[in-house]
């Protein structure tokens, strides 16, 4: 599923092409969406943005386009005219005066009022988005130590978007590696450095991740490893994905395991 930084960068390639500008031509392939085409067709896009791992986008007159890719949902963007080389499900397509913005294999789409958004049954339950620019690592913080989070689990906590919006599952253990966190710790249990160490990577390494496309490991590593000529496959993740592969911090076996009926990579030594 793609996670905060992805749809993020995805709502930013829809805003490149389709802010500002009139929407001549609107294709909805849901049933329960079709009467909504008149409404949105020569409406202008005012803006394009995220909540969590949900993309939104306004219109004039009120009117939001919600979607979430959940598994397999993906936005395109193409010439107007023109369309990807997929074979998934087109959803809806978005088109202005010289591209289009296409959603594939989506099932969470819905068009919404601009006054009843925070009421949206997904919205509403979402915790602060990691890629705010108004959410400090010092509410992250406060969250951990809060009731209402600190006696769970981390490696669940990191999953559930009500504590915070758009992380994910490569997030987690990449997260929960810089912060050298045993993914088996309760935020009580742990020091109120190492609370505070968690919370400042929890956002460092989402932005990070949005601002570099998906790259997590430390700076230092992957610019060593892309000037030997290493793929971004090869230096993208510091731990995820790295099963038996040697730690770049100290040497020993990244291990897999399943937490929470997910996959999670750590390193024994490092996450103590």
């Known amino acids: 599923m793609p ?22 031509e609107v294709y909805f392939g849901p049933e329960k969406l079709k009467r909504f085409k008149q409404k949105l067709t020569n409406k202008t896009v005012v803006k394009v943005t995220t909540r969590g791992k949900a993309l939104l986008i306004f219109f004039e007159h009120g009117y939001v386009l919600y979607s979430h890719n959940q598994l397999y949902g993906r936005w395109f963007i193409s010439p107007k005219g023109e369309v990807p080389n997929t074979r998934r499900s087109l ?24 006054a009843t958004l925070p009421e949206h049954p997904y919205l509403r339950k979402l915790g602060p988005d990691v890629l705010s620019d108004s959410v400090s690592w010092r ?104 099963d ?11 291990r897999r395991v399943t937490a929470n009926g997910r996959r999670l990579y750590l390193c024994p030594s490092c996450q103590r």
């Open 3 to 24: 996670e905060g930084p992805e749809v993020r960068r995805e709502a930013d390639a829809i805003s490149r092409v389709l802010k500002g500008k009139k929407i001549t």
């Open 91 to 114: 959803r809806v397509t978005l088109t202005g005066d010289s591209h289009s913005a296409l959603l594939y294999s989506a099932t969470d789409i819905a068009v919404l009022n601009v």
């Open 139 to 242: 509410q992250v913080a406060e969250r951990l130590g809060s009731k209402s989070f600190c006696g769970r689990g981390i490696s669940g906590l990191y999953l559930d978007q009500s504590f915070l919006a758009g992380l994910g599952n490569y997030l987690r253990s990449e997260i929960l590696f810089a912060a050298g966190i045993n993914p088996a710790a309760k935020p009580r249990e742990l020091e109120s450095a190492k609370i505070n160490e968690l919370a400042r990577q929890t956002l460092m390494l989402s932005v990070r991740a949005y601002k570099s496309g998906g790259v997590t490991n430390h700076p230092d590593t992957v610019r060593v490893m892309r000037k030997a000529g290493y793929p971004k496959s090869k230096y993208r993740f510091a731990v995820f994905g790295r």
């Open 244 to 254: 038996k592969h040697d730690c770049y911090r100290c040497g020993n076996k990244i």
